[in-house]
């Protein structure tokens, strides 16, 4: 696709990191990413539910939500999934000029994909993180009723089943969702926010 050449980007009188300091806390990207039921936007949410309760600014950006609006045209095929994980990461990247911590709860199942999205952002910026979950435990759970249609045949392109899942090779964490209480799971992305100072110490938390 052609950029156009007379678009300019408009630099804003309000910094990031005017709003960070605002703030109180640094913005981030999160983006967990696994198999279907494998519990990505379960602890994304989780995750955006404590980080409320200290009072930090958020927005999950959640798979099932942007195929209603934003990327309601994608289907489900390689190159619209290519697409569908470039657009996320754009919008993404605008929120974390907001100031804004986001979570991104994706199965964006290629490697290349995500590592595509990471490169848009300044270094430090994207946290990748893998929920692991086998896939007979995440075929177990089945909370939509997928993984039984995509084994009778009756959806193509399903990430586990007819499409692989590539697995991160050196995520900034991996949270074992098969095994984990979510309570657990939580607590690992806070402390990685924390390892990172993306967030306060538990000393000066609001």
Same mark, same amino acid.
């Given at each position: 696709?052609?950029?156009?050449?007379?678009?300019?980007?408009?630099?804003?009188?309000?910094?990031?990191?005017?709003?960070?300091?605002?703030?109180?806390?640094?913005?981030?990207?999160?983006?967990?990413?696994?198999?279907?039921?494998?519990?990505?936007?379960?602890?994304?949410?989780?995750?955006?539910?404590?980080?409320?309760?200290?009072?930090?600014?958020?927005?999950?950006?959640?798979?099932?939500?942007?195929?209603?609006?934003? !990327?309601?045209?994608?289907?489900?095929?390689?190159?619209?999934?290519?697409?569908?994980?470039?657009?996320?990461?754009?919008?993404?990247?605008?929120?974390?000029?907001?100031?804004?911590?986001?979570?991104?709860?994706?199965?964006?199942?290629?490697?290349?994909?995500?590592?595509?999205?990471?490169?848009?952002?300044?270094?430090?910026?994207?946290?990748?993180?893998?929920?692991? !979950?086998?896939?007979?435990? !995440?075929?177990?759970?089945?909370?939509?009723?997928?993984?039984?249609?995509?084994?009778?045949?009756?959806?193509?392109?399903?990430?586990?089943?007819?499409?692989?899942?590539?697995?991160?090779?050196?995520?900034?964490?991996?949270?074992?969702?098969?095994?984990?209480?979510?309570?657990?799971?939580?607590?690992?992305?806070?402390?990685?926010?924390?390892?990172?100072?993306?967030?306060?110490?538990?000393?000066?938390?609001?």
């Amino acid at each position: 696709m052609n950029k156009p050449t007379n678009v300019i980007w408009h630099h804003s009188t309000v910094s990031r990191t005017m709003r960070e300091t605002s703030n109180e806390h640094k913005s981030v990207l999160l983006w967990f990413t696994g198999l279907s039921g494998s519990g990505k936007s379960t602890l994304a949410h989780a995750v955006e539910n404590r980080l409320y309760q200290l009072g930090r600014q958020t927005f999950v950006l959640d798979g099932d939500n942007v195929r209603h609006g934003l !990327c309601a045209d994608l289907g489900f095929s390689a190159q619209d999934r290519v697409e569908n994980v470039r657009r996320v990461a754009e919008v993404a990247k605008l929120f974390l000029e907001s100031g804004v911590i986001t979570l991104a709860a994706f199965i964006s199942p290629f490697a290349a994909d995500r590592a595509r999205a990471r490169s848009i952002f300044p270094h430090g910026d994207f946290l990748e993180i893998y929920c692991r !979950c086998s896939l007979a435990i !995440c075929e177990e759970r089945d909370v939509k009723g997928l993984y039984k249609l995509a084994r009778a045949g009756e959806l193509k392109h399903f990430t586990g089943v007819s499409s692989p899942y590539e697995e991160p090779s050196v995520p900034e964490l991996v949270v074992d969702t098969g095994r984990m209480q979510l309570a657990e799971s939580i607590d690992a992305v806070i402390a990685l926010l924390r390892a990172r100072g993306m967030i306060p110490n538990k000393s000066i938390d609001r």
